[in-house]
T-cell receptor, first 115, second 110 residues
Framework: DAGVIQSPRHEVTEMGQEVTLRCKPISGHDYLFWYRQTMMRGLELLIY????????DSGMPEDRFSAKMPNASFSTLKIQPSEPRDSAVYFC?????????????FGPGTRLLVL | TQLLEQSPQFLSIQEGENLTVYCNSSSVFSSLQWYRQEPGEGPVLLVTVVTGGEVKKLKRLTFQFGDARKDSSLHITAAQPGDTGLYLCAGEHQGGKLIFGQGTELSVKP
């Protein structure tokens, strides 16, 4: 398996623009997680899905952020409108089971810079 | 909000030296995980410790979970340049949610 695939790897955009990040989890994994990593706040869980259903979105910063998982092999994280403080590395991870019970496999991340 | 504090934040040592990284919290965790992250990549799980006082070894890396399950340490013996990276601890609390520490940036110079 190729592991968790994320695209794009790098994104530079201007404030106010819509940004869409994409993730393909490892085949057979029922859980998908979206994280954000910054120097100030470290690695934070934004939202996670189980069998394509959003379970906990309490980490989503505000209404500008939304995430979908239309099928078992694809998820998106959208920011609209984007702001400079959204600049961070966004990771997608997948696992066979819940956090703490099964190993999470992280993708390579998307580096987002909002000017 | 439960916090995990890691120390030191940065560590630069010479090849062959030993080092210890600490992960501390005022909260009790069901389990604690250690990850290593290389530049441009996502974190990779190294180990999970579950029982208070548990010690796990992974080659030159020794992981210990505190007796009260509030803290953990990672000790590396005879560090190598290949050990360079960001080391993250993550604690699992009630509900199964993982809380990550800020990380320790380790640089091992040849």
């Amino acid at each position: 398996d190729a592991g968790v695939i994320q695209s794009p790897r790098h994104e530079v955009t201007e404030m106010g623009q819509e940004v869409t990040l994409r993730c393909k989890p490892i085949s057979g994994h029922d859980y998908l997680f979206w994280y954000r990593q910054t120097m100030m706040r470290g690695l934070e869980l934004l939202i996670y899905f189980n069998n394509n259903v959003p379970i906990d979105d309490s980490g989503m910063p505000e209404d500008r952020f939304s995430a979908k998982m239309p099928n078992a092999s694809f998820s998106t994280l959208k920011i609209q409108p984007s702001e400079p403080r959204d600049s961070a590395v966004y990771f997608c991870a997948s696992s066979l089971g819940p956090q703490g019970e099964e190993t999470q496999y992280f993708g390579p991340g998307t580096r987002l810079l909002v000017l | 909000t439960q916090l995990l504090e890691q120390s030191p934040q940065f560590l630069s040592i010479q090849e062959g030296e030993n080092l210890t990284v600490y992960c501390n919290s005022s909260s009790v965790f069901s389990s604690l995980q250690w990850y290593r992250q290389e530049p441009g990549e996502g974190p990779v799980l190294l180990v999970t410790v579950v029982t208070g006082g548990e010690v796990k070894k992974l080659k030159r890396l020794t992981f210990q979970f505190g007796d009260a399950r509030k803290d953990s340490s990672l000790h590396i013996t005879a560090a190598q340049p290949g050990d360079t990276g960001l080391y993250l601890c993550a604690g699992e609390h009630q509900g199964g949610k993982l809380i990550f520490g800020q990380g320790t940036e380790l640089s091992v110079k040849p």
